[in-house]
């Protein structure tokens, strides 16, 4: 394998489980010679991320962050600047909507449901590229995670979608704050995986059949394929890339 990511070193937030997209970019950016440090919110996580890193035969830090609690967020990467100093890239894989929001329609958004989709779900990633650019002394890589929900209307996907839209224009005003310490801030767009947040969501296995007759490629796509692109994003192959949105997604984003 090659070390596009020898003497990086990143942060990956969101891996719940072996499902987690957070996961399959973890593995790859292993792979590819970065030293990794993950935060994590609930107990649950952490115990299972203990258990991979151990089946996978990765050392790494596991930090608590809470990205709804400014201060959890300010302390983690505190921790994190005094275990390693410097780091490269950040890798934002966290998003929260209450259940009963995404279903039926988005004209009944709450406003608590409204407010917790954006906070958990794109305010986070501001409030924690603030904290990582302070450690990003040699300037950096950010990459986020998005949907198609965020440029169209996809039945069910409702707060979670105006969260996402969100979530793509913070990557481009963040993009230009943070290039000029030459710190890039993307996001890619994943086509449907079924993991943890996914489970019990309504329309999710009608999306994945839809993929595989509609999408370019006639199939869904993987936690791997997610990683390998997150990988490219966080590596000096894409050093002209920021403020942009890859869609890794078979080629569904291009149909009519
Ligand atoms: P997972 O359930 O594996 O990951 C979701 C993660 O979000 C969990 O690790 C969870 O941590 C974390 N999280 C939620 N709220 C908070 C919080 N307040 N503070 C810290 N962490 C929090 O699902 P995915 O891998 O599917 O989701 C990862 C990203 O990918 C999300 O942004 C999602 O919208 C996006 N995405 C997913 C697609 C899919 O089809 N699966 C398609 C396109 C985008 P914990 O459990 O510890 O709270
Ligand atoms: C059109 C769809 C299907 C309908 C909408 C799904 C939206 C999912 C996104 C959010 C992140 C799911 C979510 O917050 C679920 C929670 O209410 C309940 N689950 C949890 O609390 C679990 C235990 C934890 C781990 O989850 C979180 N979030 O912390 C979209 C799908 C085709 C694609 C998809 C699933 C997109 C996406 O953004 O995730």
């Not at 767009?189 to 994945?208: E, Q």
Request: aromatic share 6%; proline share 1%; charged share 25%.
């Amino acid at each position: 394998m090659t070390s596009l990511l020898n003497n990086r070193t990143i942060v990956i937030m969101g891996v719940a489980n072996e499902r987690s997209i957070a996961w399959g970019i973890a593995k790859s950016l292993n792979e590819h010679g970065a030293q990794l440090i993950f935060t994590y919110r609930k107990e649950r996580s952490r115990d299972k991320l203990i258990k991979l890193l151990a089946d996978h035969d990765i050392t790494a830090k596991t930090v608590s962050c809470d990205v709804l609690d400014d201060a959890s967020i300010i302390a983690a990467f505190e921790q994190i600047g005094a275990e390693v100093g410097t780091i490269h890239g950040l890798v934002h894989s966290v998003a929260f909507a209450e259940k009963d929001e995404l279903q039926g329609e988005y004209a009944d958004t709450s406003r608590e449901g409204y407010i917790m989709a954006q906070n958990s779900s794109a305010y986070s990633l501001v409030a924690v590229a603030r904290e990582a650019k302070k450690l990003m002394t040699e300037g950096g890589s950010i990459v986020t995670q998005s949907y198609i929900g965020a440029e169209r209307v996809v039945r069910n996907y409702n707060v979670m979608g105006v969260a996402k839209a969100a979530l793509e224009a913070s990557v481009k005003y963040l993009a230009e704050d943070l290039g000029k310490y030459g710190i890039r801030v993307n996001a890619i767009s994943a086509g449907p995986i079924r993991t943890l947040a996914a489970k019990g969501v309504s329309g999710f296995n009608d999306i994945m059949s839809t993929i595989e007759e509609k999408a370019p490629l006639r199939r869904n796509v993987d936690q791997e394929e997610v990683g390998d692109a997150t990988m490219f994003l966080l590596s000096n192959l894409s050093r002209g890339i920021t403020g942009d949105v890859l869609h890794v997604d078979s080629g569904y984003h291009i149909m009519a």
